[in-house]
C-alpha cells in the first residue's frame, strides 16, 4: 500500500494523528529532500528508511519502488511541506502504483493553497489554480489568460520572482485585489492585501523573504483599498 502523507507547511504541530502513526507503522518514507523530512520525523521520534524521490529522479525508480509495492513493502510518500503532488513531484510513480493494482491512500492535512484560501475573504467557493507560472516563455500569454478568468486565481510564487509577478500584474490588472501570503504557519507568517502597485512598494521598502502564495481576487469584487 501506498499512502499520500500531508505534512506541516512551517509550523511542526500542524499534522494529524493519523499521518504521525501512518509515518510510524510504514516501511519506508519516500520524500523530496532527505535533510528536510529528517527534521519532521526526529521532532515526532520516528526512525525510518527515507528515500529520495524528486523532479530528478522520479523516472528512474518507478519500476524498482512498484516492484517493492507488489512485495508487501507500505511506503508513505511525502513532500518537503504540505500535500504531496500540489506542484511537486509523484504524479508519475501515482500512475504506474495504480496501473498495478495496488492501493494508494491519501492522508489529507495541511496545504498552503487551502490555508490561503480560507483567510481570503472574498469569494472562494470556485477558484482556479495555476501552481507556479511559466518563468520565461508563455509568461505573459498566460498573465493575460489569467486576467480573463472571473474567479478568484490562486498561484505560487518564488522569493526571486515575487516583485516581477507583482509589477507584471500591475501592468496588466492594475486594478484587481491581490492578496499575497508569505511564510504561512512559520515565526514570520505574513498576509498583505492591495492592488499590485501598493504591494509593490511594500517589497521595495522591505526586501522580500521566504514562500509565497498568490491570490488574485474575483475579477470584479470591489473592495476599499
Same mark, same amino acid.
Given at each position: 500500500?501506498? #499512502? ?9 504541530? +500542524? ?17 523530496? +529532500? ?9 521532532? #515526532? ?26 512485495? !508487501? ?6 513532500? +518537503?511541506? %504540505?500535500?504531496?503532488?500540489? /506542484?511537486?513531484? %509523484?504524479?508519475?510513480?501515482? !500512475? ?15 496545504? /498552503?493553497?487551502?490555508? $490561503? ?11 482556479? #489554480?495555476? %501552481? ?8 505573459? @500569454?498566460?498573465? @493575460? ?6 474567479? $478568484? ?6 522569493? #526571486? &520572482? ?8 500591475? $501592468?496588466?490588472?492594475? +486594478? &484587481?485585489?491581490?492578496?499575497?501570503? &508569505? ?13 499590485? $502597485?501598493?504591494?509593490?512598494? &511594500? ?23
Amino acid at each position: 500500500m501506498l #499512502y499520500i502523507v500531508s505534512t506541516p507547511i512551517g509550523n511542526l504541530e +500542524d499534522i494529524t494523528f493519523r499521518a504521525i502513526n501512518v509515518l510510524k507503522d510504514v516501511d519506508l518514507i519516500l520524500c523530496e +529532500d532527505t535533510r528536510v523530512s529528517r527534521i519532521l520525523l526526529n521532532h #515526532y521520534q520516528i526512525s525510518k528508511e527515507l528515500i529520495p524521490l524528486n523532479a530528478f529522479n522520479e523516472s528512474k525508480k518507478i519500476s524498482e519502488l512498484v516492484l517493492q509495492l507488489e512485495r !508487501g513493502v507500505s511506503m508513505a510518500l511525502i513532500s +518537503d511541506a %504540505g500535500t504531496p503532488l500540489i /506542484s511537486d513531484p %509523484g504524479a508519475r510513480l501515482i !500512475g504506474a502504483v495504480k496501473k498495478s493494482g495496488i492501493k494508494v491512500v491519501p492522508v489529507p492535512g495541511p496545504s /498552503s493553497l487551502t490555508a $490561503a484560501l480560507s483567510v481570503a475573504g472574498f469569494a472562494t467557493d470556485e477558484f482556479f #489554480y495555476i %501552481g507556479f507560472l511559466p518563468q520565461k516563455k508563455g509568461r505573459q @500569454k498566460t498573465l @493575460k489568460e489569467i486576467n480573463d478568468i472571473e474567479c $478568484a486565481v490562486v498561484m505560487f510564487e518564488s522569493v #526571486y &520572482r515575487i516583485k516581477k509577478l507583482l509589477s507584471e500584474i500591475d $501592468a496588466i490588472m492594475p +486594478d &484587481r485585489r491581490v492578496m499575497v501570503c &508569505r511564510e504561512l504557519t512559520k515565526k514570520f507568517e505574513e498576509i498583505i492585501e492591495g492592488n499590485a $502597485a501598493q504591494l509593490s512598494e &511594500r517589497f521595495e521598502e522591505n526586501e522580500p523573504r521566504g514562500e509565497f502564495v498568490i491570490i488574485l481576487a474575483p475579477k470584479n469584487w470591489k473592495h476599499e483599498l
